[in-house]
T-cell receptor, first 114, second 113 residues
Framework: GESVGLHLPTLSVQEGDNSIINCAYS??????FIWYKQESGKGPQFIID?????DKRQGQRVTVLLNKTVKHLSLQIAATQPGDSAVYFC?????????????FGSGTRLSIRP | DGGITQSPKYLFRKEGQNVTLSCEQN?????MYWYRQDPGQGLRLIYY???????QKGDIAEGYSVSREKKESFPLTVTSAQKNPTAFYLC????????????FGQGTRLTVV
């Protein structure tokens, strides 16, 4: 079946260090992936996306890496700040003949140590 | 401002009653989605719609119903058949183009007492 999961449910990082959040997916037909950040009581916010024809994409302080061979996705956050504390989800877009589904992983909670 | 709006933010209902959650978007997006999130959990897909007057069941559609009579609106009804309706409900919309991004509403927290 389809599934998108995360290796680590929680991650504690020292402020100023880099954070790496990992994600595994199972649908080899997926061609698009998104990372979302969700703060408590709010809806998910788009962080960065990547298409399957790429293996790396950079944004402001964030980098997403895609390894299609092992079906692995990671989000790197540089110089982690207190405001980065949240739950991070990877999402996989699966396209069928008439529709596209957004399938989410279970999430990783990122906490920042001062 | 363009965006996606869910209302109300908090909703309380008695057990056995149907309740409808609102989701409206003015982004001119074709696709809309409903997700359920339980505490400390990820998002599970309830229903989704790619175009007006068409929708498909997601992974946990039992006990829920939707309609898509207008492009900008995708209401979700939580029926009495849903055994554990208390949860955080999130609506999303997107337009599947080259630079796609799914936008989420701020959610409705439903509590059934």
């Amino acid at each position: 079946g389809e599934s998108v999961g995360l290796h680590l449910p929680t991650l504690s990082v020292q402020e100023g260090d880099n954070s790496i959040i990992n994600c595994a997916y199972s649908n080899s037909a997926s061609d698009y992936f998104i990372w979302y950040k969700q703060e408590s009581g709010k809806g998910p916010q788009f962080i960065i996306d990547i298409r399957s024809n790429m293996d790396k994409r950079q944004g402001q302080r964030v980098t997403v890496l895609l390894n299609k061979t092992v079906k692995h996705l990671s989000l790197q956050i540089a110089a982690t700040q207190p405001g980065d504390s949240a739950v991070y989800f990877c999402a996989e877009i699966v396209t069928y003949s008439s529709a596209s589904k957004i399938i989410f992983g279970s999430g990783t909670r990122l906490s920042i140590r001062p | 401002d363009g965006g996606i709006t869910q209302s109300p933010k908090y909703l309380f209902r008695k057990e056995g009653q149907n309740v409808t959650l609102s989701c409206e978007q003015n982004l001119n997006h074709d696709a809309m989605y409903w997700y359920r999130q339980d505490p400390g959990q990820g998002l599970r897909l309830i229903y989704y719609s790619q175009i007006v007057n068409d929708f498909q069941k997601g992974d946990i559609a039992e006990g829920y119903s939707v309609s898509r009579e207008k492009k900008e609106s995708f209401p979700l009804t939580v029926t009495s058949a849903q055994k554990n309706p208390t949860a955080f409900y999130l609506c999303a919309s997107t337009q599947w183009t080259e630079n796609t991004e799914a936008f989420f509403g701020q959610g409705t927290r439903l509590t059934v007492v």
